[in-house]
């Protein structure tokens, strides 16, 4: 299921978005089909430039090779230091949503409004140690908060609890202001953590490693989104 369309006040569903960075990255095509087949709507692809995050993922070309095989709703993670200049690449390949951090230096504000232009949703990302404050410029423009619960650059890593209360303010200025945005978390989620998220507002949850190495996928992803 797509997001909902910009400023629409329906409410939101609560989502699993596999992230495919814990898949079989020797056949990302199996690992895209295990997480449509049970059932998830959403497939988050964590893209890393090795200079923003100290580590190297995928390209434009994984993303539109992956696209040609699924209708899901591919959430692209762009982890770089100057996502400006890549963003229509990862439009052309098929995202349909592209999250940029506003940790580095580049023009925020102007490229959330090209990645509109360009045709896909956006949003704004932050890391554990940024205080929402850094966000709140961009919170009226963007579809997706996108708060990460670990330091991004590799999966498998423990879920930062102190994140929740950044969360809680995130949710409590959409309240306040009648934002639309979906509030998303990435980093060690897993089925205890994921209900400390949605107890702050939290309605899209990626998970990696905790889906990927679970025995029950389907299992996984209600109670996920239950």
């Known amino acids: 299921m797509p997001l909902l369309p910009f400023g629409s006040k329906v409410m939101h569903k609560t989502l699993l978005a596999p992230s495919i960075l814990a898949g079989n990255h020797a056949n990302l095509e199996q690992s895209l089909k295990i ?11 964590d893209i ?36 400006d200049k890549y963003i ?15 940790e580095p230096k ?13 045709g ?21 423009d963007v579809d997706l908060v996108l708060a990460m619960t670990v330091f991004p650059g590799f999966g498998g890593q423990s879920f930062i609890e102190s994140v929740l209360e950044k969360i809680k303010q995130v949710d409590e200025l959409k309240a306040a202001n009648d934002y639309q945005f979906r509030i998303e978390v990435d980093g060690g989620v897993d089925l205890k953590t994921a ?19 679970s025995e029950d996928k389907v299992a996984f992803r209600e109670e996920i989104e239950k």
Request: net charge negative; charged share 20%; glycine share 8%.
């Open 35 to 45: 997480a449509e087949g049970c059932g998830a709507e959403w497939l988050h692809l």
């Open 106 to 118: 580049y023009p925020v504000a102007e490229t959330l409004s090209e990645i509109r232009k360009l």
């Open 120 to 140: 896909c949703q956006c949003g704004i990302a932050f890391n554990p140690d940024i205080p929402v404050e850094k966000i709140i410029p961009f919170l009226g």
């Open 195 to 213: 209900g400390l998220c949605k107890a702050v507002g939290v309605d899209t949850l990626v998970a990696g490693s905790a889906f990927y190495k």
């Open 48 to 83: 890393m430039d090795g200079h923003f995050v100290p580590n190297l993922t995928f390209g434009p070309q994984t993303v539109a090779d992956l696209r040609k095989l699924s209708k899901m709703y591919f959430d692209v993670h762009l982890m770089f230091s100057q996502p």
């Open 88 to 102: 229509k690449a990862f439009a052309d390949a098929g995202a349909d949503c592209i999250t940029i951090h506003v």
